[in-house]
């Protein structure tokens, strides 16, 4: 075995020093003969004789070096390596066609490996070992936008860790908010308590320091954390040192002792910043206590129902206290499929749609690749005939042939690796449309790689087919007979050129419609009126210590900070409000006096955000600013006012709150925060000296004279700090970039078709320019006739306008059937846009008509403008 | 020369260059060649020039080594002599060959009146 593969790997290295063997060789030969001969004519021979007799008795030269070269060198290879350098130098020859070729199948693969790649990163691939076992704990919660919580509590799930026997692995969170103190800065985290599995669960590596180790969990309360990349960089500046530092968490001291990596990105619903060591314990007397999220791995084999039954015996509350009881009456605990609740790693249509539109942009490269090649070929014909002539066997020139394809797709291939290089990482940030992922760099990887690879090997095959095919059909003896000189390019081989050019042109128009009716989508969104002006405004949390979250010094500390910042510099006006639109919001399920329910937000705030949120009070009277009875009052928006009174004249009418009477003092107008539902939620307001409940949490919403800037953020912060140093202040949200990111998905998708689109198109009018052109320049001689013979120039140009707008017209009324079946599909992400738009489709079809005008106008300009007698001269 | 002459059979010929030169140590190209048709008593019909097929095959099989040297005649030619592959190739072939001889030895013998 050895010894054969020695023999192949030697045969190899043969090929690269070929000629130094061959001279080698030649000098061994000659030994030989001369050996030979002198022996000879010791035996008694003359010259001429002696040398006879040697070179008979070795078999002829010639021959000896034949067999010594099959011996020596894989004889295929030889003639593989002999057609790649011909291949070589007939792209030298003609660069013209090599690029055309490379540059277009390079955009075509190029692209779709960029975002296949971005698709597979984000929802083909496995995020976490194991993906397909994962579940999350949670009960149903109706009136929420998922209809689901993912949230649970100890005393279930602790029986369940303890002795289920459906899991494999737990991933457990005990999520809180509080004060951060680094000594010279406080800010407001969202923390976490997590079990010793979290991170093996959910492939979390560090960048630095260490992970938990078992002993963390050992102590009664362990002192150390481990932080998140983006956190660690916002707010210790990326610091290597900042392991072993402590800081003050909640009024405990804890040690940093890791952050984690930047790849680590744990499913939404686990936001926390900053993770420490959880011991679960359960005080059955205080059930709600610690609130959990947690994700169950199942054991292998295991199904869903499985999992569900066993859960529904051991993490039923048992004996917990009625409030507890009744919480999970309605709604018990059950176990979803992770990949159910957390939908950003769906794959959801609009990765359909970048694939199927990227598969036509591929479709599109390959037919002019074909194309492409039938011109050559064409241009070709006579050289292929002579040599068929001169003896070459057919099988010689498809190999030829096969050969040229695979050279020309396998450049294209490395050509749009490089581009896929170039323009992915950006992509993937697209698709993931967050900003975690903006952060985090991208490779492209070896599945990409192989991806790029085995389209380049997909198109060559396709493309190397078709011409065979045409070759093989082709009667070429005849083309020698037609006298050799391309007078007029075989009708046959026109005409499924110019039905390709159509195919490509109708796949083009595909796109094009979807990418317009795109657009306008997009258009209609982004013109929603939204009752609320978010722009220049931003929503800033501050962290209270645990002394400060009861109602009175709470307000105290609202109050005050309203009145430092009220004529702060670049400080229009600042509100406080429990939830800021589009930031949030807090619901409540209220019973109507007829028994029936309904789902409504609620919003303590001060009587300045009316003005700050740019809302209308449509009827009655503002909030008063100070409590003026023993009764609450509220103001209710326009939709609550239909829902719950109808008709009828809502103010002065009473709500009952949490077993209280609320007053309705006013009705003011809708705030639309959900861009796509039909209707604003119903949602009431009420002063914030009327919320008795413990927050741990102010909010404030700032309306800023100027666009919010790094300084500006950094003195309003300082200036917090001097009115409460106490206070933990969040990096501050802008409402403006919230209301954008609502339609990111939408903007993204209509960016990559958009890019999509525009190569196809391009691509598209090359192959009719392409097609155009060639056809033009074969028949040169006929417009030149039709000239000499006394034709008007405009009426050649105008004829050879008239067959592209044929061959286009027919692409645009295929595409325009295409575009009817296909874009039903992308009727779900289309926002108040028909699928039949009439005003995308004529939009469509000019530019199409233009884009082809374009294509034709230079070979038309060519075949008016030929001079006949220069032409004929040439004959 | 009215002797019978014999055509090699096909693979033989690796064996006996094989042979040759375990034999002889280290000898050239036309040295093999003579070698051969010496031993065999001009019997063998050999055309000399398949000896560096030959030689080609046995050197990327790392059965024989070869360096450049001077002959007789002071030409500078290649020398190739046998490794320790070569010579376990040898015998196992060798054996092989022998075997193979008596049964067919012993196939021709049993069938009596077979065309002569």
């Known amino acids: 075995m050895n010894g054969r593969l020695h023999e192949i790997w030697k045969r190899i290295l043969s090929l690269s020093h070929k000629l130094t063997l061959d001279s080698e060789f030649n000098e061994e030969l000659a030994t030989h003969i001369e050996s030979a001969i002198e022996d000879n004519i010791r035996a008694g021979m003359n010259a001429e004789e002696a040398r006879r007799n040697a070179l008979i008795k070795l078999g002829g030269t010639d021959q000896t070096f034949e067999a010594y070269r099959d011996a020596r060198g894989f004889r295929w290879l030889v003639s593989l390596l002999g057609d790649i350098r011909y291949v070589l130098r007939t792209f030298r020859k003609s660069p013209g066609f090599a690029l055309a070729f490379i540059g277009t199948l390079a955009l075509g693969i190029g692209t779709a490996t960029a975002i296949f790649s971005a698709v597979d990163q984000t929802v083909l691939r496995k995020p976490f070992p194991h993906y397909e076992r994962l579940t999350v704990f949670g009960s149903d919660f109706p009136g929420s936008r998922s209809g689901f919580t993912s949230n649970s509590y100890p005393i279930q799930i602790m029986p369940c860790v303890e002795s289920g026997k459906s899991f494999d692995a737990f991933a457990i969170n005990a999520w809180g908010r509080g004060t951060m103190s680094t000594g010279s800065e406080t800010f407001g985290v969202d923390f976490a308590g997590v079990n010793q599995d979290f991170f093996s669960v959910l492939n979390g590596k560090t960048a630095l320091g260490r992970l938990f180790r078992p002993e963390d969990f050992a102590q009664a309360s362990s002192s150390v954390i481990v932080l998140k990349h983006q956190f660690w960089k916002d707010y210790f500046g990326g610091d290597r040192n900042v392991i072993g530092r402590s800081v003050v968490l909640e009024n405990h001291t804890y040690q940093i002792v890791g952050v984690l990596s930047e790849e680590f990105s744990p499913p939404t619903m686990f936001w926390s910043s900053v993770f420490m060591p959880l011991v679960l314990t359960s005080d059955p007397s205080n059930p709600f206590a610690q609130a959990l999220t947690v994700m169950a791995r199942l054991r292998q084999g295991v199904t869903l129902v499985q999992a569900n039954a066993e859960a529904s015996i051991l993490c039923a509350a048992p004996d917990a206290n009625p409030r507890f009881k009744a919480r999970f009456k309605n709604s018990p605990l059950y176990l979803k499929w992770l990949s159910d609740v957390d939908p950003s790693r769906r794959f959801s249509r609009i990765h359909a749609a970048f694939l199927s539109a990227v598969g036509f942009l591929f479709a599109i490269a390959v037919i002019n690749g074909i194309n492409l090649m039938f011109v050559r070929r064409s241009e070709r014909k006579r050289e292929l005939g002579i040599r068929l002539a001169l003896g070459s066997s057919r099988g010689t020139l498809m190999r030829l042939i096969v050969t040229e394809s695979f050279a020309l797709n396998l450049l294209a291939g490395l050509l749009g690796l490089i581009l896929a290089w170039t323009i992915k990482p950006f992509l993937v940030n697209l698709l993931m449309m967050s900003k975690e992922a903006l952060d985090r760099g991208v490779s492209l990887d070896s599945r990409a790689l192989l991806f790029a690879f085995g389209i380049s090997l997909l198109s060559a095959l396709i493309i190397s087919a078709a011409s065979v095919w045409k070759v093989s059909t082709e009667d070429l003896q005849s083309i020698l007979r037609e006298g050799g000189i391309t007078t007029s390019e075989g009708r046959k081989l026109q005409r499924s050129r110019e039905s390709l050019v159509a195919i490509s042109a109708a796949m083009a128009m595909v796109l094009l419609t979807g990418t317009g009716l795109m657009t306008r989508s997009v258009q209609k969104l982004m013109s929603v009126d939204r009752g609320f002006d978010p722009s220049r405004k931003i929503a800033l949390w501050i962290d209270l210590p645990r002394a400060l979250q009861s109602a009175e010094p709470r307000h105290a500390v609202a109050q005050r900070l309203e009145e430092r910042l009220q004529n702060f510099p670049g400080v229009q006006n600042v509100c406080t409000t429990a939830t800021v639109p589009l930031a949030g919001s807090t619901t409540v399920n209220l019973t109507k006096p007829d028994g029936s329910t309904l789902f409504v937000g609620f919003n303590p705030v001060s009587p300045a955000c009316f003005r700050s949120m740019g809302m209308k009070l449509l009827k009655g009277r503002e909030l008063p600013s100070r409590p003026e009875g023993v009764s609450g009052v509220m103001l209710i928006n326009t939709s609550m006012a239909s829902k719950w009174f109808g008709t009828e004249e809502p103010i002065g009418k009473s709500i009952r709150i949490s077993g209280q009477s609320w007053e309705v003092i006013g009705v003011v107008s809708d705030i639309r925060e959900e861009i796509r539902s039909k209707d604003p939620r119903p949602q009431y307001y009420f002063p914030d000296w009327q919320d008795s409940r413990r927050s741990d949490v102010i909010s404030l919403m700032l309306d800023l004279s100027v666009k919010p800037s790094a300084a500006l953020i950094q003195s309003i912060r300082r200036a917090i700090h001097d009115v409460e140093p106490q206070a933990g202040v969040r990096q501050p949200v802008e409402l403006e970039e919230k209301a954008r990111t609502q339609i990111n998905s939408e903007r993204f998708t209509l960016f990559v078709l958009e890019l999509i689109s525009a190569i196809s198109m391009l691509l598209a009018i090359l192959g009719l320019f392409s097609v155009m052109a060639c056809s033009v320049s074969q028949r040169m001689k006929d417009f030149g006739i039709r000239l000499a013979l006394g034709a008007p120039a405009r009426q050649v140009f105008i004829s050879v306008l008239r067959r592209g707008l044929v061959l286009g017209g027919f692409g645009i009324v295929i595409g325009l059937f295409g575009a009817w079946a296909l874009t039903r599909y992308i009727k779900t992400l289309l926002y108040e846009t028909s699928t039949l738009d009439p005003m995308v489709y004529t939009a469509t079809v000019l530019l199409m008509l233009l884009a082809v005008c374009f294509a034709c106008w230079l070979p038309a300009r060519k075949a008016a403008s030929v001079d006949p007698s220069s032409l004929l001269k040439t004959e | ?116």
């Open chain 2, 1 to 116: 020369m009215n002797k019978q002459k014999l055509d090699l059979l096909q693979g033989t010929l690796d064996l006996l260059v094989l042979q040759t030169l375990a034999s002889m140590g280290s000898l050239h190209g036309y040295g093999i060649a003579r070698r051969i048709e010496q031993v065999s008593g001009d019997i063998v019909l050999l055309n000399q020039g398949t000896i560096y097929a030959s030689l080609v095959r046995l050197q990327q099989r790392g059965w024989i080594s070869a360096r450049w040297g001077t002959s007789d005649n002071n030409r500078r030619a290649k020398y190739y002599s046998i490794t320790r592959a070569g010579q376990r190739q040898l015998a196992e072939e060798t054996a092989n060959w022998e075997r193979l001889s008596a049964v067919i030895g012993r196939v021709l013998s049993s069938s009596e009146g077979g065309v002569r």
